[in-house]
């Protein structure tokens, strides 16, 4: 059982989702104790859920706190763990295009098609206080890049053309079976 609750929100195709995951979070003036262990039961709540990254606004804390972990094998680019424990990240430079679904533990089995940068240069600290810079790629980039735009207030969905073009997994293979090329169509209509 996650030791965090993970704010859930409906499908903004068919519902008006709460303010819960819009506002800007608040900078972090001091690693403590406390910090360390909200982002350590963080990390076992996002394992828990089987996602990849969560950001504190997800658990009900308005704080720029994040973490990540991307098992090896996940993406072409990832050879080993990457576990990540960020404060205050920002990202500070990045370049290239790439689109891929992504999904979020806040909207759960919702996917969609997304446009983000294919590396990041990113600032933060570590949960000791220590300070990092470094540069992120592939599926790494990705998930930062999503996971700090909820510090932002900024949903998946915003960074797509429409609202439209989110589905769930069993539209698309529904799609599929059927031979539709349209399965990601933002004029489609989805009916069930």
């Known amino acids: 059982?996650?030791?965090?609750?993970?704010i859930k929100e409906p499908d903004p195709r068919y519902s008006r989702i709460s303010d819960r995951l819009?506002?800007?979070?608040?900078?972090?003036?001091?690693?403590?104790?406390?910090?360390?262990?909200l982002a350590d039961d963080m990390y076992e709540t996002m394992?828990?859920?089987?996602?990849?990254?969560l950001a504190a606004p997800q658990v009900g804390r308005n704080i720029r706190l994040l973490v990540a972990h991307?098992?090896?094998?996940?993406?072409?680019?990832?050879?080993?763990?990457?576990?990540?424990?960020?404060?205050?990240?920002?990202?500070?430079?990045?370049?290239?295009?790439?689109?891929?679904?992504e999904g979020c533990l806040s909207f759960?089995?919702?996917?969609?098609?997304?446009?983000?940068?294919?590396?990041?240069?990113?600032?933060?600290?570590?949960?000791?206080?220590?300070?990092?810079?470094?540069?992120?790629?592939?599926?790494v980039a990705r998930v930062l890049q999503h996971e700090i735009d909820h510090l932002n207030g900024v949903l998946f969905f915003d960074r797509m053309e429409s609202v439209n073009m989110l589905f769930y997994p069993s539209e698309l293979e529904a799609a599929e079976e059927a031979g539709e090329?349209?399965?990601l169509d933002p004029d489609a209509v989805i009916t069930a």
């Open 108 to 139: 759960p089995e919702l996917l969609g098609e997304v446009d983000r940068y294919t590396w990041a240069i990113i600032k933060a600290q570590d949960v000791e206080g220590n300070k990092l810079r470094f540069r992120s790629r592939g599926i």
């Open 47 to 53: 394992m828990d859920e089987k996602g990849v990254g």
């Open 22 to 37: 819009r506002g800007k979070a608040e900078p972090i003036d001091e690693v403590s104790d406390e910090l360390r262990q």
């Open 1 to 6: 059982m996650p030791k965090l609750e993970v």
């Open 181 to 183: 090329d349209e399965a």
């Open 70 to 101: 991307i098992p090896a094998g996940y993406g072409e680019d990832v050879e080993e763990d990457v576990t990540l424990k960020l404060v205050n990240p920002e990202i500070v430079k990045a370049g290239g295009r790439d689109s891929d679904i």
